[in-house]
């Protein structure tokens, strides 16, 4: 199926997004946030990856990460799988948590490395549940707007952004940033955008089959039927019809 195909970043950095399947909670307490966190620490030692951006929200995970030394799948599935495990063990439940196909965006340049980075770090403050980003406990946002050093890796982020005083860049909320009530689970059309961008470099509007691939490949990427159909001036009719034949 074409929809299996990842877009292949150049660079090895990709924004990751992993969601609880059905929409649930994979974070309860402190704990269960402590937890995740430790488990990206011990597999950036073994599976040598840069993570220059993470947030952890209720019933999903963000990531900036670069893997240079194995694909990111396998990168990927080692945090999940050593995640699960002790999560089902904890609750007394077996099964998935992670629905199947976590997100996998490539990063290709600086200026959308500061978008997503910036977009991430966020995250709490646009879905209403702090009003600074510092204030945040489970996310990035203390390794760069802070003394305190952390889990994350500053320094691309910090010399692209040296002229910038990092505590009001990344409380700034552009307004493209927010996204509307009906598209709360997706991405902000400012990253929507970036994303279209890159995916059209690889079909041509006439050619069905490269179509179909591209509506599949920006929907696993989170943009919704709704946003893609208004930015990739797609009709909304043909983008369903290719998502419901698969």
């Known amino acids: 199926m074409g929809r299996k195909s990842r877009i292949i970043s150049s660079t090895n950095t990709y924004h990751v997004m992993m969601r609880g ?25 073994i599976s040598q990856f840069e993570l220059y951006a993470y947030c952890l929200m209720g019933n999903h995970i963000h ?43 490539p990063v290709e340049d600086d200026a959308y490395f500061l978008t997503v980075l910036r977009y991430i770090i966020q995250n709490p403050v646009v879905a209403g549940i702090c009003k600074r980003v510092e204030d945040y406990a489970y996310s990035s946002a203390l390794d760069y707007c802070t003394s305190k050093s952390g889990l994350s890796d500053t320094a691309i982020a910090k010399e692209l952004l040296r002229s910038q ?9 552009e307004a493209a940033d927010v996204v509307d009530m009906d598209e709360r689970h997706t991405i902000s059309d400012s990253e929507a955008k970036t994303i279209i961008s890159i995916g059209k470099k690889h079909y041509h509007p006439g050619n069905k089959k490269e179509l179909s691939v ?15 159909a208004r930015l990739a001036d797609i009709p909304k009719i043909t983008i369903e019809r290719i998502l419901k034949c698969g």
């Open 21 to 45: 399947v059905n929409k649930q909670q994979i974070f309860h307490e402190p704990r269960d946030y402590e937890r995740l966190i430790s488990t990206l620490g011990r597999y950036k030692e």
């Open 63 to 105: 990531l900036l990460i670069r893997s240079d030394h194995e694909p990111i799948g396998q990168a990927i599935k080692r945090i999940g799988d050593s995640y699960v495990f002790w999560y089902n063990k904890k609750y007394n439940r077996c099964g998935h948590l992670f629905q199947d196909r976590f997100r996998s965006i």
């Open 165 to 173: 005083n990092l505590r009001k860049y990344f409380n700034h909320i």
């Open 214 to 228: 591209f509506v599949h490949n920006m929907h696993d990427c989170g943009i919704s039927i709704r946003q893609l």
